[in-house]
């Protein structure tokens, strides 16, 4: 039975979680496989909103299970607070929602950690989403990370944790850190509690996941981020801090890479990014005002506005390289309704020539000039065309364009944030994906 990943091309917030909601219900198991709630997927379904961040959007279909994978890393009190949120909507998560417990723990000192190097005066600023996300995963990589097995083993966690808050504490006395830190008691027994709370969830979610593919189940990867935030490929240091491309699906969940059969980019019509680095095609004022508004351009874990601008195709063909897509779904075609035309970036100019490549440096791909085309726009509206063939023929246009670019199918488009305001095309990789 062939599985299935749905992946960020751009810098996030392309619309992944509405995505795998409209996919899930082909599925059996929806798995997060890195990131942790940095990610903000927001999901409007049944006349209600959700917004996701460490559960997988899977959650929304009924007889799906949802795993928290080994790669993602947890707030346990973002988690409950997110299980809650769920319950109270009447969204069932009990024997339904899985959590690794060889995944990573987010711990007090982590945003205290990630406030100081943002502030640092000889560092750059990320403008991070200040979650802790990005110690956390400095922490794992330097083998001192507290785990969710470790978090569950109350009687050795707590000389555990101590030991490790001790050392963070020296640190931060060392670097003058400013502002509230943590107080370590307060911290032992709310994490202690919050273990208790977490463990109906954990299991070892690898073992679980291969013995379903064994039994012939149906996976389905939900990526969080996107290729230009990936810790790898990304606009580095400009990024997150785990591999949001296709490689950090395996290492993040332990199923080989022979058992990721399709992947599906998305993308949005036109780009954003949220925090600081380089993005070629960014427009200020006015246009990238007007594109916010229309797109409703802020972020949804941090409510800040979104940086706007034009689709990159150099940086799409890029992606589609690194995560070598089984086709592209293309989302918020409706936010251009209204131009009367549509730039296009197709080439980029570096120190005067053609590049074809993404270049490695961000400071080389801050200076890299955008080589535009413009395409006509379609001047109506898109939200209630649920057929193809009923785009208009600009849209239609603007869609072919893209695809010739890219050389890969767009087999999807969708034209409002509802999972019914989406359009798989007949015939498309896509169409054969979600029906098989
Ligand atoms: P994710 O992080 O990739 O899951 O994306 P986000 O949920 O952070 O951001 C996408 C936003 O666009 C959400 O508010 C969605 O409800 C909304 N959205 C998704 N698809 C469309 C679309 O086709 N048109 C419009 N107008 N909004 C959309
Ligand atoms: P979804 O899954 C958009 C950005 C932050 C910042 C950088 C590093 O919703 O697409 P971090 O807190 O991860 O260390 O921040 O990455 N960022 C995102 N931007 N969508 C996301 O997730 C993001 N997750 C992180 O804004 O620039
Ligand atoms: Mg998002």
Redesign the pocket.
């Known amino acids: 039975m062939s599985n299935l990943a749905v992946l960020?091309l751009q810098w996030?917030?392309?619309?992944?979680?509405?995505i795998i909601d409209l996919v899930a219900e082909h599925f059996d198991i929806v798995v997060r496989c890195q990131g942790g709630n940095n990610?903000?997927?927001?999901v409007?379904a049944g006349g209600q909103v959700f917004k996701l961040s460490l559960v997988p959007s899977g959650i929304l279909r009924p007889g799906k299970i949802s795993v928290v994978g080994n790669g993602v890393v947890i707030d346990p009190r973002a988690f409950m607070e997110e299980v809650d949120g769920l319950r109270d909507k009447g969204v069932p998560v009990d024997g339904n929602l899985l959590v690794s417990n060889r995944a990573h723990v987010v711990f007090p000192y982590h945003p205290v950690m990630e406030r100081s190097t943002e502030a640092s005066p000889g560092g750059r600023r990320i403008g991070t989403t200040a979650r802790g996300i990005g110690p956390c995963y400095e922490d794992k990589a330097a083998r001192r990370g507290i785990r969710v097995a470790d978090l569950l083993s109350t009687d050795t966690f707590p000389d555990r944790f101590r030991s490790i808050a001790k050392e963070k504490a020296a640190v931060a006395a060392a670097a003058g850190i400013e502002g509230p830190t943590w107080d370590t008691d307060a911290s032992v027994a709310g994490y202690l509690e919050m273990a208790e709370r977490l463990r109906p969830f954990v299991r070892d979610t690898t073992r679980y996941l291969n013995d379903a593919i064994r039994q012939g189940k149906r996976l389905l990867f939900e990526g969080a981020q996107a290729t230009m935030l990936d810790i790898d490929f990304g606009t580095y240091p400009f990024l997150t801090s785990s591999n949001a491309t296709a490689g950090g699906l395996c290492t993040g969940s332990g199923v080989s890479p022979r058992m990721l059969h399709d992947i599906v980019g998305?993308a949005k019509a036109y780009a954003t990014r949220v925090g600081e680095g380089p993005f070629a095609t960014e427009v200020t004022g006015p246009s990238g005002d007007s594109l916010r508004a229309a797109?409703?351009e802020f972020g949804?874990v941090t409510g800040r506005p979104r940086r706007c601008g034009w689709l990159d195709l150099p940086l799409l063909r890029y992606a589609h390289a690194i995560n070598h897509l089984s086709t592209l779904f293309v989302?918020?075609?409706?936010?251009l309704d209204s131009l009367d035309r549509i730039p296009v970036c197709t080439g980029y100019r570096y120190k005067g020539s053609p590049i074809d490549w993404m270049p490695a440096v961000a400071e080389e791909y801050a200076e890299v000039q955008p080589v535009y085309e413009e395409l006509r726009g379609w001047n109506s509206p898109t939200p209630t065309i649920r057929d193809f063939g009923r785009l208009p023929q600009a849209a239609k246009d603007y869609i072919a364009f893209v695809q010739d670019r890219i050389e890969v199918e767009i087999g999807g488009v969708?034209?409002?944030?509802d999972r019914d305001?989406s359009i798989i095309r007949p015939g498309s990789v896509l169409a054969r994906i979600a029906g098989a």
Do not use: I
């Open positions: 960020g996030g917030d392309e619309g992944k979680g509405k990610a903000g997927h927001t409007k998305v797109g409703a949804t989302t918020k075609l409706d936010v969708s034209t409002g944030p305001q």
